[in-house]
């Protein structure tokens, strides 16, 4: 396991903070024992709890042409044929990944093709989970385009502890399954558009990993 480089910055602030509460607790209450273990507690708990929302884990990638592999390490809380305004402005199959800030922030190409959209939307930081947070929500929408002519929706949505979406993919670039295509700082969702007839190979609540699980197979 790794350390994913969206996360160096706030490790150093983490450990800065750290060493400084830290001193002023030895310099101060010197004479206080269990004021001085709480705190050495509880600065190893936010060290590693910082460190693993930043973890980067080795994987043995899932791979297929016409494969959809999950974006996004998380809990499905969302199957459904809905409404997408954005870019299709038609009905398409929605599956969301719920990301709890445990869970590996990192996010994957579901296939491989040519991005044809791309757009960042500033926004609210309502609770994932919330139906809202898709529209309202600080957000990206991208759009990949399968070499047979399907294009797959997929779009990084906020959650109320994520203040900061990272995307590394551009229009017209030319993309492959599993690489990453951004990442999301803490708690957040992933939400993906296929076409109708997809067919999906998840149930809700299930758990799920980016880059392994088999999300669905396109027509």
């Known amino acids: 396991m790794t350390i994913h480089k969206e996360g160096y910055t706030s490790i150093a602030l983490t450990v800065l903070f750290i060493f400084i509460i830290n001193a002023v607790v030895e310099y101060r209450f010197a004479d206080m024992f269990v004021l001085r273990w709480l705190v050495y507690i509880f600065s190893f708990a936010l060290f590693v709890t910082v460190l693993q929302f930043f973890r980067s884990p080795k994987r043995n990638f899932t791979n297929g042409d016409n494969l959809i592999i999950c974006p996004a390490d ?3 809380v969302v199957i459904e044929e809905t409404e997408e305004g954005e870019y299709f402005k038609d009905k398409r199959l929605q599956v969301s990944i719920f990301m709890s800030p445990v869970n590996v922030h990192i996010n994957r190409n579901p296939i ?3 991005v044809k959209f791309f757009k960042y939307h500033p926004g609210k930081y309502l ?3 919330n139906p ?3 529209t309202e929500n600080e957000r990206t929408t991208v759009v990949v385009e399968h070499k047979n002519g399907s294009p797959v929706l997929f779009r990084q ?3 109320a ?3 900061r979406i990272v995307w590394y993919v551009k229009e017209g670039d030319q993309v492959t399954q599993n690489e990453q295509f ?3 700082k803490f708690g957040s969702r992933v939400d993906i558009f296929l076409p109708l007839g997809t067919k999906v190979n998840l149930e809700l609540n299930q758990v799920v990993k980016g880059g392994i699980t088999v999300l669905g197979e396109l027509a």
């Open 132 to 134: 809202k947070s898709s």
């Open 161 to 163: 502890l994520a203040r």
């Open 112 to 114: 491989s093709g040519v």
């Open 74 to 76: 998380g809990k499905v």
């Open 127 to 129: 609770a994932a989970w």
């Open 157 to 159: 949505i906020a959650g």
């Open 182 to 184: 951004g990442f999301i």
